[in-house]
Nanobody
Framework: QVQLVESGGGLVQAGQSLTLSCTTT????????IAWYRQSPGTQRELLAQ???????TYADFVKGRFTISRDASKNRVDLQMDDLKVEDTGVYYC?????????WGQGTQVTVSS
């Protein structure tokens, strides 16, 4: 059974920071690219950042410079550090495990940014 558990969501004010965590199993951490997505109200789920098994990170243009993705092998965890949050960053944040054969989603964690 795939286990992707997001945590760290909450309510923050604009300009503040928040770190989300996606904790998974050792097997998935070692074999899957882990990505972070966001779904804001009334919009489709969009890719924010992803980290490959080799540690290569890529970002959507609209989060570059504000969001940082990192892998912690000791905890089988992929974090998304979000700085200078904006009201439009409000949404449900999901992590996704990606391979050439299967993709798996976590249950999501809510982030609300107030003005």
């Amino acid at each position: 059974q795939v286990q992707l558990v997001e945590s760290g969501g909450g309510l923050v004010q604009a300009g503040q920071s928040l770190t989300l965590s996606c904790t998974t199993t050792a097997s998935f951490f070692s074999h899957y690219t882990i990505a972070w997505y966001r779904q804001s109200p009334g919009t489709q789920r969009e890719l924010l950042a992803q980290s490959t098994v080799s540690g290569r990170s890529t970002y959507a243009d609209f989060v570059k410079g504000r969001f940082t993705i990192s892998r912690d092998a000791s905890k089988n965890r992929v974090d998304l550090q979000m700085d200078d949050l904006k009201v439009e960053d409000t949404g449900v944040y999901y992590c996704k495990a990606i391979s050439a054969w299967n993709d798996y989603w976590g249950q999501g964690t809510q982030v609300t940014v107030s003005s």
